[in-house]
């Protein structure tokens, strides 16, 4: 297993070296790692075809039949298609799953048409155990926890801070209800780039307080764990701003369809009366301009029966961890004092 402290992995990332996966496309959708893009030496039906004739007639058959199926006008586009990656990034790697036959067999085309190239060794597996273990053994960063209110502009404080490490945008997840962005990333992929942030950032880094899943992604238990004990400081914030924060960021972005639907989805948890109380002045609003006036009383609705109270017993039980409150400005100053002095 590779070690948190691989100096080799460690310099390809903090130098962001592209690399190319050569791994088929069904490999790369499950999980791969930052700064890779996708050029298959074998498409997913070639692999198939590959990987049963290994377990029939072993290796060699395996092989001969491999060359015949990448043969010819294909196999001369492949490597082009390697070639042209190399050109406008020269520092390209390429890698496969381990660093065996697929990746050698690519250099060794790369490396005929002129440009030497070697296999990363230990390919893919090498890699996620690295960024894995960054988030299982190696010592986490210090962290510090933004909290306050929904809608009260977490995140763009975060946007101001050097240190911040953006959980919601790693996972493309805006944190609720209302909070989908479209398509998250794989959870191997979440993990990769979490790791990775750790990796680039020091030894404190500023987070927003989350809760265990965003969206359907779950942060690394032994990462939550620690930041759910870091100190936090609350972001106090006016209704007004509350309210347009909420409306830009998740009502604009968002059909008549998903809004619908995402206040379905707590509609167990509004209970039936409020449900409807709230079901009803958004379906209101969704037949007018779409307008913060016209959208605001359901969003209020839902912050004081569901946002408030739900936030309400979460700090309750993180009173002894808070250090500060204030505004967006006075948090900033508090946090960026709190990191200089270390």
Known sequence: MSHWNDPELTKLFLDQTPLIDVRAPIEFQLGSVPGAINLPIMNDEERTQVGICYKEQ?????????????????????????????????????????????SQISCQWITEAGIKRTPIIGGYKRMRSFFLSHLEVAPLPDMWRISGLTGCGKTKVLQHLSAAVDLEALANH??????????????????????????????????????????????????????????????????????????????LPLSSEQLI????????????????????????????????????????????YYYDPAYSRGIERQRNHIKFKGSASEVLDFINSNLASR
């Not at 191997?188 to 030894?203: D, P, T, V």
């Not at 639907?261 to 509609?267: M, Q, T, W």
């Not at 002045?281 to 959208?295: D, V």
């Open 261 to 304: 639907h995402s206040l379905s989805r707590i509609e167990r948890a509004l209970g039936g009366v409020r449900y409807k109380e709230v079901s009803e002045a958004l379906n209101k609003a969704l037949i007018s301009e779409k307008t913060l006036k016209n959208h605001q009383r359901w969003i209020t609705l839902l912050l004081h």
């Open 58 to 102: 072993g290796q060699a058959r395996a092989i001969e039949l491999g060359h015949q199926l990448v043969s010819g006008p294909l196999k001369a586009k492949r490597i082009e298609s390697w070639l042209k990656a190399i050109e406008v990034k020269p520092a390209t790697q390429v890698f496969c799953f381990r660093g065996g036959l697929r």
């Open 174 to 251: 805006r944190g609720s209800a209302f909070g989908d962005n479209g398509p998250q990333p794989t959870q191997i992929n979440f993990e990769n780039e979490l790791a990775l942030r750790l990796i680039q950032q020091g030894s404190t880094i500023v987070v927003e307080d989350e809760s265990a899943m965003i969206g359907r992604i779950t942060i690394p238990k032994r990462f939550f764990d620690k930041m759910h004990s870091s100190p936090v400081v609350v972001l106090n914030t006016q209704e007004e701003d509350r309210l347009q924060n909420i409306f830009d960021d998740y009502v």
